[in-house]
């Protein structure tokens, strides 16, 4: 493995895409139509600020990404050996460099933000996100739960950020074309959010158990490793189960409009893959049951966040 193939492997460059891509997404295909209908665009200023908001976003989970296999490097050694980085593309050294060169980037880019129009919260949220990635990776990740829900609130904290800069910019109100169009966007935000939280933390359980031999040789206590991989399971699923009865309640509100393709979407795409994680889950027994399965999850996860695109036509 060359460098820059190393360089590319270590900031996880598939998720970063699934970053911007949520953020894009949910600031072309939900924040515009529902705030500005069809006749309106957003302001050039908003755009540039969200393209500044959507870097920083990517270089700080870069940089958590490249200071997480830091610190893996003994575990990896048991749980992805052929898929080692740190030591071997990349230097130890090098990953440190790119961590703080990527967090010092996204940190001041949050605060330029702030000086733009005075919304000062994005940097600060972001250092903090930092710190929480360090810590995670340092700490949190090899404790009970606390990991997992730590993760599981940056990955929602992709949606709710982009909610954050929107509604703080100073929006011409002659432009909305809704008077409630400000709760309708929280509520998606929300929406969008909870679903991401929902479904990252499942993930990450699932992931766990996957994880548990080189996790338990390091003294991680994981929710497998301290309850075991039953509690795990029977956590996850109810979980899964909260995941599908929401996907159900806003497939019955989708029908009560007659948007029948996104309905069509929701079911297919979204709740009947959910349904056969469950169904996964159940039967799930070695590690490569739960590799599979976890790939079944991220790919749901793919399906609800690409659903955006209906609010584009139907808001």
């Not at 994005?122 to 250092?127: K, Q």
Request: proline share 2%.
């Amino acid at each position: 493995m060359n460098k820059v193939a190393g360089f590319f492997k270590l900031i996880r460059w598939p998720n970063l895409v699934f970053i911007a891509l949520t953020q894009i997404l949910f600031f072309f295909c939900v924040i515009e139509p529902v705030l500005y209908g069809d006749t309106f665009h957003i302001e050039r200023e908003l755009k540039e600020l969200f393209f500044i908001l959507t870097v920083s976003s990517v270089f700080i989970a870069a940089a958590g990404y490249a200071i997480n296999d830091y610190f893996d490097l003994n575990i990896d050694l048991v749980n992805k050996p052929t898929r080692l980085v740190v030591d071997k593309a990349i230097s130890r050294r090098w990953a440190i460099f790119l961590h703080l060169l990527f967090s010092f980037s996204g940190v001041l880019m949050g605060f330029y933000i702030g000086l733009q129009n005075g919304n000062w919260i994005i940097g600060f949220a972001n250092t903090g996100v930092v710190f929480l990635l360090w810590f995670y990776s340092t700490t949190f990740k090899k404790k009970l739960l606390s990991g997992n829900i730590i993760i599981s609130f940056l990955t929602a904290w992709v949606v709710f950020v982009v909610y954050l800069l929107t509604v703080h910019q100073k929006v011409d109100l002659l432009h909305l074309v809704n008077p409630g169009s400000h709760q309708k966007l929280l509520r998606l935000a929300i929406l969008y959010s909870s679903f991401a939280f929902i479904i990252t933390l499942i993930r990450e359980v699932v992931k766990d158990i996957e994880d548990m031999e080189g996790d338990a040789r390091y003294g991680c206590r994981t929710m497998p490793i301290a309850w075991g991989v039953e509690f795990s399971k029977v956590f996850a699923t109810i979980w899964m189960v909260i995941l599908l009865v929401l996907l159900l309640i806003v497939l019955l509100y989708i029908l009560q409009f007659r948007m029948w393709l996104g309905a069509a979407y929701n079911l297919v795409l979204i709740i009947a893959p959910t349904a056969y994680c469950l169904y996964l889950l159940f039967n799930a027994k070695q590690t490569k049951d739960y590799a599979a399965l976890s790939k079944w999850i991220k790919a749901v996860m793919f399906a609800g966040i690409l659903s955006m695109v209906f609010f584009k036509f139907f808001a």
